[in-house]
């Protein structure tokens, strides 16, 4: 059995205790893992799934990795749409956190690059090569069962100003998860929010944000202001060997957040 956890839109910015929407993300993120850290058993994986630092240096990506570092686990991550790509790149001393295949016990994880073609408000598509790329990567392992790790939410949420800013190519992503039955499930970023929702008939998991929530279904961009709702938070999984997945919310406590 795998458990993986998902830690996504850290925006860390470019300096330390700088705010993001008011709040300070390295301090917020900090809490949140030193929570995990001592409430929780321990995972197999970290996915950070984009949006990791707000347009910052190596140094800011740096920083995120020491961060995290407490929870000792294998950590993987993907850009969004505020993320630097050869930043990320520069910070990868390793030369694995970019790795695009995870094998792990029965399951494999494909983690995709939602970040081309931006239009300039936060939207981004799978480019060409990446697709293809995604189409092969499935044919080759039909009887393992499959995530898909991706920074934009590839279906609507209801929320009017997050639908124009989600994947452009989404039909085409469709077209591959519809003749991969063993896609058993989508994970996303990018929303700040704790969201299920489907995509291609199969579940889409979203995770909250580490520093602040996006309030749902609304027509323009709002904070999320229910302290239940608000906190810091991350999602995990747990992947059954039969193909199953169980995913899980987690917020941090308002009590910790001061």
């Known amino acids: ?38 409430e929780f058993a321990p995972f197999d994986h970290l996915l950070l799934t984009g949006d990791l630092v707000h347009h910052g240096g190596p140094d800011a990506y740096e920083r995120l990795l020491q961060i995290v570092a407490p929870l000792s686990l294998c950590v993987h991550w993907i850009p969004g749409n505020h993320d630097v790509t050869a930043a990320m790149q520069l910070a990868d001393h390793t030369g694995k956190l970019g790795h695009k295949v995870i094998h792990s016990g029965s399951w494999t994880l494909l983690l995709l690059d939602s970040t081309s073609e931006p239009d300039g408000r936060g939207s981004g598509s799978l480019s060409r090569s990446e697709l293809d790329w995604l189409q092969r990567q499935l044919a080759q392992a039909p009887q393992r069962p499959t995530l898909l790790v991706l920074h934009h939410n590839p279906t609507p949420t209801g929320s009017v100003w997050q639908d124009a800013i989600r994947l452009g190519n989404s039909t085409a992503l469709a077209d591959l998860v519809d003749a991969a039955p063993h896609v058993r499930g989508v994970i996303c970023g990018h929303l700040h929010q704790l969201q299920l929702l489907s995509f291609a008939g199969r579940p889409l998991w979203s995770a909250p944000s580490t520093v602040v929530q ?3 279904g609304c027509e323009q961009f709002e904070l999320e ?11 995990w ?22």
């Open 225 to 235: 202001t229910d302290p239940s709702r608000a906190t810091p938070g991350a999602r």
């Open 214 to 216: 996006f309030r749902a």
């Open 237 to 258: 999984y747990r992947l059954h060997p039969d193909g199953q997945v169980d995913a899980h919310s987690l917020q941090l406590p308002h009590e910790l957040t001061s």
């Open 1 to 38: 059995m795998t458990r993986l956890l998902q830690l996504s839109d850290c925006h860390l910015p470019p300096v330390a205790g700088e705010l993001f929407r008011g709040r300070d993300a390295d301090q917020c993120l900090i809490r949140l893992v030193q929570w995990l850290q001592s």
